[in-house]
């Protein structure tokens, strides 16, 4: 099921239904993620598949550069179809560069105070 990308709040699932169904043919399965602002498309053939996934190529890649679904009040919005990611092609779950405990630069222990040890002369004290 090719992923959209961009499916916000004003959209809802009838409008993007008719859209994608009258653009690139008929639609087995469609479900919107909201918390993730996306929504999965299982279209009933591939190459109804291919062609909403060409639409959201930018223009310079041959493509309209998303596809436009009405959103209410005479607006609409752009969203993206994009081929299913592959278990292999997505990064792996923990290694996206944020959380974690920090990674310690200088290749060990104290930081830059390390030869002073510990229980040593502070100076300064009382003679």
């Known amino acids: 099921m090719p992923p959209l990308k961009g499916v916000t ?50 223009t310079n890649q041959g493509g309209e550069g998303g596809v436009y679904v009405d959103a209410g009040e005479g607006g609409s919005i752009r969203v993206y179809i994009e081929t299913k990611k592959e278990r292999g092609d997505r990064p792996p779950p923990g290694n996206r560069g944020r959380g974690g ?7 060990g ?10 229980g040593g002369p502070r100076g300064g004290g009382a003679k």
């Open 101 to 107: 405990p920090p990674v310690n630069t200088d290749g």
């Open 9 to 58: 709040e004003p959209i809802s699932q009838p409008a993007l239904t008719t859209v994608l169904s009258q653009r690139f043919g008929a639609i087995k399965e469609l479900e919107i993620v909201r918390s993730k602002a996306c929504a999965f498309v299982e279209f009933q053939t591939v190459e109804s598949a291919k062609r909403a996934i060409i639409a959201s190529l930018s």
């Open 109 to 118: 222990r104290g930081g830059p105070f390390r030869g002073r040890g510990r």
